[in-house]
Every structure is written in C-alpha cells, then in structure tokens.
C-alpha cells in the first residue's frame, strides 16, 4: 500500500518581502538608551515613559521560563526593537506608499475592506500605515484608532486599563513588550452598541532580525457587542525574529466580544506573544485561533471570568511542520457562579513537527454552579511528529461540572484505503481528512477567513510511493 505524503503548508501568498528600506531602525539591543529612543520617536507623554522603564527594570529581574520550546536562539543583542517605515499613518488606500500598498494588496486587505469589514488597521513592522472605519460607526460614537493616538487623544482611558489585564511582571516577555511597545490598535464600543461588521487588524513584519511589539486594547461597554480580527504574517529570513505583541481585553457587563486570528509568522519568527480578556458580570468572550507559522510559537490566551454568569470558549487549531515547536493552549480561570468555559483545540503536526496543548482551568471558591469542559485532539501525520498534551485542572469548589477529554492519533492507511475504494483519489481522501478534522474551526470564521485557513493547513496533497 502507498504511504501517504502531506507536502508543507504552502506559505508563497506570505513569504514575499520587500526591500529593508525605512527611515529608521533603531540600534540592535535593550538598553535603558533603546527604550528612552523609542518613547522619544513615540513622542510619549512622561506617565508612558515612566511605564516603559520601570518595566525595563522588571525585564532585566525576570527569568526566561524554565518550561516549553528552548529559547536559547533568541538574542536581543541581535534584534532591533524599532524600526519606522517609510510612511506616515494615513486614512486613504491612496496615500500608502506603493511598496507597502502592494504588500497589503497582495494580502487580500482591501478587498476584505471592501466587503467585509466595518474597520481596518494595517500594521508595518512598527508603525500603523493605514486606518480607517466607517463613518455609521463613528456617529455611534465607536472608537477604533491606533494606540499612539489613543495614548494622545484618551489618555484617561488607556491609564486606566493599559497593562492592567497582562501585568508587568507576569512573564519576561510582557514587560519587554511594556518597555517597547509600538503600534497596535485601540477600540472602544459604547453601551449597547452592536458593531454589525467584524474590525480587523492586520500586522506584516517586513525587516530582518527585528521584533514587532504592538498593543491591542479593546473595551467592549455594558451591552454592547463586537467581532475583531487579527492577521499576522512575515516572510522568511535567515535570522530570528520576535514578536512579543500584546492583547488585553475587556468584556463588560452582558457583552460580547469575538477575537478571531489567524497567524501565518515565517518559520524563523519566534512568537511569544500574550493575550488576556477579563469578563464582567453576563459577559462573553469567544476566541478563535489559527495558529500556522513560526519557528517557536509560546502563546496561551486566558479568559479570566470575574462575574457571575460570564462565560468564555476558546476554539483553536495548530500546525506545526519541520522545524516548528508549537506550545499553545488556553488558561481560563472562574471566579464567579454561574460561569462557565468550554474549550475545543486541535492539533496536526507533519515532517518532525511539534505540538503541545498546555491548558489551565482554575476554579476557585467563588465558581459554584459553574461548568468547564476541555477537549483537545491531535493529529499525527507521520511518525516522526510529536504531540503532546499537558493540562493542569484546579478545582477549588466541589460544586461545579467539569470534563476533559484528549484525543492523539494518527491517519490510517486503512481509512485512506477505504476511501479510495471508493472512487476518491488519494490526494481527495486525504484532503477529506484533513479538511474534516479541521471544520470545527473553519466553519467559525467568516468565509473569507475560513478560506484562507483552508489554505493554509496544506490542501496541497498528494500520494508517492514511500
């Protein structure tokens, strides 16, 4: 019988560049002298750059964790935490540099922009280029902009809540990020406000052997109820990169928050990135995750459910190829009653690719008559990959239901069989398979989105004898 043979994900739509052109890039390194650089090209106001070195300070007191991928590649005597395109930040297509306007073009922005989104943000490497939003939603008094502006033009806000979800000292790469954040996007959707259309940002890492460190921050007011998206993409270079970006989220009273992304980083990127949302009393927070690129992935978003009735799911699917190191996963903790969290992640690992599922569910006193249910599955296209599944339960209260289940397999040449013998080619059987494994979390996107996760989990297949 034929062995069946997965080609890798096929990146081409991504691994584009442009030339390292930009009108600046800071030294290499983290110093005190970096980060003052920096404050002084964001024009910050003296309460973000007291922010900035106090969490340098905090950077240099923490450890690199002592658990997951080896990070012993990553030297930041060897990235430059800041680099400026050649491009101001404008609110027309039309005033896009053509090397970035085409880079986004080819990405499929405008086209979404058009007929799918309400909003849009376009990152490159550290600075916003481009950001726009319809004007109905303005009127509505909704507030999408980028977090520069944000610090400027609301700062009361943004001190009110800015590195409040992800405190500074809650890992080493969080207080880099608080030491040299740039760009991201700031969102604000007022009481009972339905934002009909999904906002999107999009981040594109262009430069070699630099970092992107963007902050998103996204109040969703009592009632009110919003869809964002995330895109992430870089090509492919030599050398390590970093991205240390960060998300706080904060869903109030009966509100609802979808956080839908799709991560497409080369396989020299290192992704350390942290993403947190806290839930008010009747709330809801729904992630979506796509996780395809990078050579190490760190990332573990958490819903920390603070009201009663608040709830949280979390559907993701990882695929990791040769030379990847994919450590995902979800922490959700509930501290009220009546809340709830329901936890779907998939995996498929390929060619020595490496997996892991790391969860938490933390259910303190306060969860009664609370429910959690985890179920995570893995699939093994070979048998050099590697999938592993690492759950910690901490159930404080006895009066909660709680289930886990986890799945690891591998595709059997006897299913494969069996659908030839039907009139399905190899290459078809397989893409069933594949396509059905993956559904659960396409089938939660917006088309456009779904189909570029199609893409991207390896719908190139084929048989050869082996």
């Known amino acids: ?43 910050d106001p003296e309460w973000m750059r007291d922010i900035r070195l106090n969490a340098l300070k905090v950077y240099n007191e923490l450890s690199l964790p002592t658990w997951g991928p080896d990070l012993k590649e990553l030297n930041m005597d060897e990235i430059a935490t800041y680099v400026k395109p050649k491009s101001g930040k404008a609110s027309t297509w039309e005033d896009v540099p053509d090397n970035i306007k085409d880079t986004f073009e080819r990405l499929g922005i405008p086209e979404a922009e058009r007929e799918a989104l309400a909003g849009v943000g376009a990152q490159y490497d550290s600075e916003v280029v481009y950001h726009s939003m319809r004007m109905e939603l303005m009127a509505q008094g909704v507030i999408y902009t980028d977090m520069e502006t944000a610090v400027r033009d609301y700062p009361d806000i943004v001190k009110e809540y800015f590195m409040k979800a992800v405190p500074v000292n809650d890992h080493k790469f969080a207080a880099l990020h608080t030491a040299v954040w740039s760009g991201g996007s700031f969102v604000y959707v007022p009481k009972g406000i339905q934002v009909e259309m999904p906002l999107q940002s999009y981040f594109r ?25 995330e895109g992430c993409s870089a090509p492919k270079y030599s050398k390590i990169n970093l991205h240390a970006g960060c998300v706080e989220l904060y869903v109030k009273k009966g509100a609802y928050l979808r956080y839908s992304t799709i991560e497409n980083w080369s396989k020299n990127m290192m992704n350390l990135n942290t993403k947190k949302a806290i839930v008010e009393e009747g ?104 999938s ?71 719908l190139e297949l084929e048989g050869s004898i082996g």
């Open 1 to 43: 019988m034929k062995k069946t043979i997965v080609k890798e994900v096929n990146t081409n739509i991504y691994d584009f560049k442009n030339e390292d052109e930009y009108e600046y890039k800071i030294e290499k390194g983290l110093t005190k002298d970096t980060v003052l650089e920096i404050s002084r090209q964001k024009d």
């Open 388 to 458: 592993d599944t690492i759950p910690v339960n901490d159930i404080e209260t006895p009066d909660i239901e709680f289930s886990h289940e986890a799945k690891i397999g591998k595709i059997s040449d006897k299913t494969i069989f069996y659908l030839m013998s039907r009139g399905i080619s190899e290459k078809d059987a397989l893409a069933l398979i594949v396509r059905g494994f993956a559904y659960p979390i396409s089938k939660e996107l917006p088309l456009e989105y779904a189909v570029e996760m199609n893409n991207l989990i390896g």
């Open 283 to 386: 709330g809801t927070m729904e992630w979506v995750s796509g996780s395809f690129g990078s050579h190490i992935s760190m990332l573990y978003p958490m819903s920390i459910l603070n009201g009663k009735g608040a709830k949280t799911e979390f559907t993701g699917i990882s695929f990791a190829g040769a030379t990847q190191n994919l450590d995902n996963g979800f922490k959700a903790v509930l501290n009220a009653p009546n809340t709830s969290a329901v936890v779907n992640s998939k995996s498929i690992s390929k060619n020595g690719g490496k997996c892991t599922y790391r969860s938490l569910v933390k259910a303190t006193p306060n969860a009664t008559n609370s429910k959690a249910s985890v179920s995570c599955e893995s699939l093994m296209l070979d048998d050099i990959s590697v």
């Open 205 to 229: 890492l262009n430069s070699p052997e630099s970092g992107q460190f963007e902050h998103t921050l996204i109040i969703v007011d009592e009632g009110a109820s919003l869809h964002f998206i």
